[in-house]
Structures are given as structure tokens and as C-alpha cells.
């Protein structure tokens, strides 16, 4: 069979991207519609309409999509997702689309791409943190993505870590900061606090103030404004231990970092600082070990189309 024309999804709770992969770190951008998030039909529909618009006859399609892919019954567990609660989804896709599909987490896509072709290539561990809406990550070693049981590694915003803490508001009163539930359906995950609508939660926690959006939080911040101040503070403070952690545990030599959060330089850099005081490796505190994305919102089209496998396809579906 001649080789497969690449087509590769993100799939948000949002947004559907589609794109077509044209080799290494390029791809061509040639669709953006809303994700029917509640109903599977509407879901497939869309997709299907999406896809099949711009493919040719020996087409394959490659997912990131936000959540957890079981490497036993392909479902998806996505907390933003419910109309894939109990599907196959690259095998029912497959049959619907006519055409070979596989479903990749969204997080491991966008480490894959960053390892590869961004600024962790040449690094033989490479861990990818998301600190976009919520927090995910991936593991990179040796330029193969790392997955374990059930699908899952390098999930460092999800785990009861958090307990009750008390921080300091702008005014240097303490506050006790809450466990909030988490969609995964534990309490406590760093992804209730460490994405941009955690660090929106802690502000109205923290500060007798009327609520901010993140982008206006870190604009404050940055002009020294006292309230955002103390919030962007308690966020790094929060932050940086389970990073470290992390680092501890993997080896990792860069932290390529993605999502909406690493768009502002001086964040990351504040974080990469408290990140590095607290690592056992001492030869990394002059070296920003954390690093904002170089492909931004086309890691996981291109970590996509970096972790399709064409052996693991499915040729048969083919009329």
C-alpha cells in the first residue's frame, strides 16, 4: 500500500484544529471548528465533515486530543470531553471515517514535538509541561515517548498532592487556600490551581478583588500591581515543588513548556528560577532549565503527526 497523506487533528474541548502534516515540524493549517463536547454523534459528524473534506484516497488521521487514551480499550477519558465517555474513539473512527485513525494524548503529542523538532532536541530526557487551561505533561526519552500503564506518564497535575496552605495576600495577611475538586474526581490536583483558571481561582481566593482573567492578571503582574503580585507569587510557590520533584525523578535536562501560560517569558522565568533552587542537580542553577514552546499551538498537530504509527493502522477500513 502506498505510504499514508497524513492529516492530524487537535481536538480540545473547544476547538477542532485539522491540519495536514507536510514532514518534520511543518504542517499546513485547513480547518478550525467548534468540538461538539456533549454529544457523540454531533462529534463524529463534525469530524467526519472535517476530515473527509480534505482527504485523498490513501488518507490517514492522527489525534491529540485532551485526556487519557487506554492503550487496552482505546476510550478516552477527557473531564471536558463527555460525549467520549465509553467510546472506542480511534477504532470507532476508523470505521465511521473509512479511513486508518489513532488517538493520542494531547500532552505526550505536544513533549513528543517539542523533544523532536523544539527546544528539546538534542536532550536525551526531555519532560513537556502544559500549563494552558489546566496542567499536563509528557515524557520524552531518547526521542520515544514513554507510556505507561493505562496510558499514563508524566501526569504531574493530577494526585491528591495539595493540602490546606496558608499564603499571603498583597496585604500580608495569611490565607488558608482551599482543596478544590478536580475533574479527574480527586481533590487537591495541582491542574485545580497550576492552569489559567487556577491561577484565576487562587486570585479571588487570595484578594478581596473583583475577578481578573489570567491574561490580565499577568499584565498586572508584570506592572507590579500588589494583588496580582501576591497571587502570581502563591501560584509559583505551589508550582515549583512538584517541578522539582519531577525533574528529581525523571532526569530530565529541559522542560520545553506549553500552553497559553508559557506565552509570557518573565512567568516562565520566574518559575524556572524557583524550580532550579529546589532540584538536586547543581549544575543547572545558571541554565533555564524550563523553556517556553518554539512551535506554540502547533506541538500537538505536530506531536500528532510525529507519534502516528503506520503499523499500528488499519488498511482494512479501506473501500
Known sequence: ?????????????????????????????????????????????ALHAAVLLHAGP??????AIAGVVSPASGEVQAANLPALRGHALARELT????????????????????????????????????????????????GQLVRGAGGLCGEWGHGP??????LWNSHGQPVQLPRWACGCGQIGCLDTVGGARGLERMHLALNADAPRN???LLIDWQAGEPAASATVAAWIELLSS???LVLNVTGASVVPVCGGL????????????????????RDAEDLPLLRPSVLNDQAGLIGAALAFEPEASHPEVRP
Request: hydrophobic fraction near 45%.
Open 1 to 45: 500500500m502506498p505510504p499514508h497523506e497524513l492529516l492530524v487533528a487537535d481536538i480540545g474541548g473547544s476547538h477542532i484544529r485539522i491540519a495536514r502534516h507536510l514532514g518534520g515540524s511543518h504542517c499546513e493549517l485547513l480547518q478550525q471548528r467548534a468540538t461538539p463536547a456533549q454529544d457523540w454523534s454531533a462529534f463524529c459528524d
Open 58 to 63: 490513501h488518507s490517514a488521521l492522527s489525534i
Open 95 to 142: 470505521a465511521r471515517l473509512g479511513l486508518p485513525v489513532q488517538a493520542h494524548n494531547d500532552a505526550d503529542c505536544a513533549a513528543l514535538a517539542e523533544a523532536r523538532v523544539g527546544v528539546g532536541a538534542g536532550h536525551e530526557v526531555v519532560f513537556g509541561a502544559v500549563l494552558g487551561t489546566g496542567v499536563g505533561g509528557g515524557l520524552v526519552v531518547r
Open 161 to 166: 498532592i495539595l493540602r490546606e496552605t496558608t
Open 214 to 216: 489570567s491574561h490580565q
Open 242 to 244: 512538584p517541578l522539582a
Open 262 to 281: 508559557s506565552r509570557c517569558t518573565p512567568l516562565i522565568a520566574a518559575l524556572d528560577a524557583a524550580v532550579r533552587q529546589q532540584i538536586l542537580r
